[in-house]
């Protein structure tokens, strides 16, 4: 039997421990990382002050059905508010994930939904500074557009570190499908009701992809979560597996979504040119999230072993911020940042699905990797903490919990 359970494994709402290994964005560095945290959050602190420091974005959560978003971003790199034009800002930008994952196709005609808690009131003019940057079609056409839970315009309260996922989300749909309409549904509260009524929305306004870059602890509510607002067959749903290390958090337990589980992601020698591994450590308390759910029931299309019922994660991006992406957020901050967590992988992997086309109607598209395995980029090494079967925590061949059947290469891993 497996030794997952929450009560020994998971941190709760993005609660992390210990320190992030840390790696430069094009090469690995010695050092580790100290976790900052905002007003109201738990933080911890490397023993090495002088090591670079990452910070999570939201606050860990104080009531349940509250969630976080899983946002990491690195405090040791020097802000810019805006970059010239011969200028790169720091982290990968849209030329590095395209090429990582051999991506094809730039999404026109498909509608990617990001679903947040609270407002970014510059959410739009910083998306267009960032496809400026990288010289990505203007969005002055009408390709993105911002609405509240209920489809309107009465936006909740604005908040800095919602913003800052805002804005991360909002980059990664413009790197990987960057033609593709985004819409942005800010839920009304961190609730899990507030932000599933804006995963109904999304959807109900014609969203075949939506991201959800949070999550919590698992409940005995989430059955009723998962009828309520993610039963949509024939809609792509990706969500983050967490920030935290070995152990689940919901809704990325959730069988009507993709669970989307953390590499670090570096540029070598190769003949693919890069490499990747499970983001975390052996010690675990860090790094993206997997095991066992102790709720959900198991998928018929996830066929492993050591987990009577569902697994996180199914497939995976980069996500650790020592090997992050660059991101734009102006508001309460100064610009170009280099931002990590499942945070980032979760809406990396909803616009490659939208590269794929639109799913069939009746189908879950969380089963579609399942069918083309070898369409992906198996991560075979790394850890994010200690687990029994190794595989729920440990890189490998084949299915590993962390990083589930591997990263895109390509599209055809992501098609019906």
């Not at 698992?218 to 290390?245: K, L, M, R, W, Y």
Request: neutral net charge; contains cysteine.
């Amino acid at each position: 039997m497996p030794i997952s359970s929450p009560s020994a494994h998971r941190r709760k709402r993005g609660f992390r421990k210990g320190a992030i290994a840390a790696a430069s964005l094009s090469a690995v560095v010695a050092g580790t990382y100290a976790i900052v945290a905002p007003a109201g959050a738990a933080s911890t602190t490397s023993t090495a002050a002088s090591q670079p420091h990452v910070k999570r974005m939201c606050s860990q959560p104080s009531q349940p059905g509250m969630m976080s978003c899983l946002a990491l971003v690195r405090t040791d790199i020097v802000k810019h508010n805006m970059a010239g034009a011969n200028d790169t800002p720091q982290g990968f930008g849209p030329a590095d994930l395209r090429k990582a994952y051999n991506l094809t196709g730039d999404g026109a005609g498909q509608t990617v939904a990001i679903v947040d808690a609270q407002d970014d009131p510059n959410a739009a003019q910083d998306l267009a500074a960032y496809r400026k940057q990288y010289g990505l079609p203007d969005c002055g056409n009408g390709c993105f557009k911002k609405i509240d839970q209920n489809g309107g315009t009465n936006y909740p309260s604005a908040d800095a570190g919602w913003a800052g996922e805002i804005s991360l989300d909002l980059d990664m749909v413009s790197a990987i499908a960057p033609k593709a309409n985004i819409l942005l549904v800010e839920a009304n509260s961190a609730n899990m009701n507030d932000l599933g009524a804006a995963v109904n929305q999304a959807v109900k306004s014609g969203a075949k992809f939506v991201s959800n870059s949070y999550g919590g602890g698992e409940d005995a509510t989430d059955a009723q979560a998962d009828s309520q607002f993610f039963n949509h067959p024939g809609v792509v749903i990706t969500a983050s597996a967490g920030d935290s290390g070995f152990g689940v958090e919901y809704p990325a337990a959730s069988p009507n979504v993709t669970a989307v589980g953390g590499t670090s992601l570096t540029k070598d020698s190769s003949q693919r040119g890069w490499s990747e591994k499970v983001w975390g450590t052996s010690a675990g308390g860090e790094g993206t999230g997997s095991g066992c759910s102790t709720v959900e029931a198991k998928p018929s299309w996830q066929k492993d072993n050591g987990c009577a019922k569902r697994t996180v994660a199914d497939v995976s991006a980069v996500a650790d911020p020592a090997t992050g992406v660059a991101v734009y957020d102006t508001y309460q901050s100064n610009g170009w940042q280099v931002v990590g967590g499942t945070s980032a992988s979760s809406p990396i992997i909803a616009s490659v699905y939208a590269l794929a086309g639109a799913p069939s109607s009746g189908s879950n598209p969380a089963s579609f990797p399942y069918k083309n395995a070898s369409a992906l980029n198996n991560v075979t090494s790394g850890s994010n903490g200690t687990c029994n079967p190794s595989y729920l925590c440990n890189g490998g061949q084949g299915y590993n919990g962390p990083t589930g059947l591997g990263t895109p290469n390509g599209l055809k891993a992501f098609t019906g």
